[in-house]
């Protein structure tokens, strides 16, 4: 795997795109629709890649998205506390949840993106230049 293809990957990870073509988009709606930040594509709308891989295949995200959020309460908690050093215990438990909560809807969608590109069963799809590339080799 070269640096390029890596870059690609955490690209598409973070942009949350398809994992085989790199352009479609995973999710229907921006994240800042709250109501239908569910709602994902049945599959890639550039390349008709399948998101769906198995029956329960996204319950595997949950590890992701625990691992995403203790590392924010940590940091935030532990953050909160050293900068401002409060004086009662109910502000840091809120300097820990507030992020928590905040960031539900990101860690819902990164924790899914997360088990597709590393789970999911995709190759990743040639581009359409590199296609015709292979063509003018081959005659
Ligand atoms: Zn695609």
Not at 65 to 82: A, D, H, K, P
């Amino acid at each position: 795997m070269n640096s390029g293809r890596k870059s690609n990957v955490i690209k598409g990870v973070l942009q949350m795109k398809c994992p085989s073509c790199g352009e479609g988009d995973l999710f229907e709606y921006p994240m800042h629709r709250i109501d239908k930040v569910l709602k994902m594509h049945d599959a890639c709308p550039i390349c008709n890649q399948d998101y769906r891989q198995e029956p329960g295949f996204y319950f595997g995200a949950m590890y992701f998205s625990y691992g995403i959020t203790i590392g924010v309460m940590v940091l935030f908690g532990v953050g909160y506390n050293i900068l401002f050093d409060p004086d009662e215990y109910y502000q840091t438990i809120l300097s820990v949840l507030v992020p928590a909560i905040l960031i539900v809807p990101f860690n819902y969608r990164i924790s899914r993106t997360l088990m597709l590109y590393i789970f999911g069963r995709i190759r990743k799809a040639p581009k359409s230049q590199d296609l015709v590339e292979s063509k003018e080799f081959s005659s």
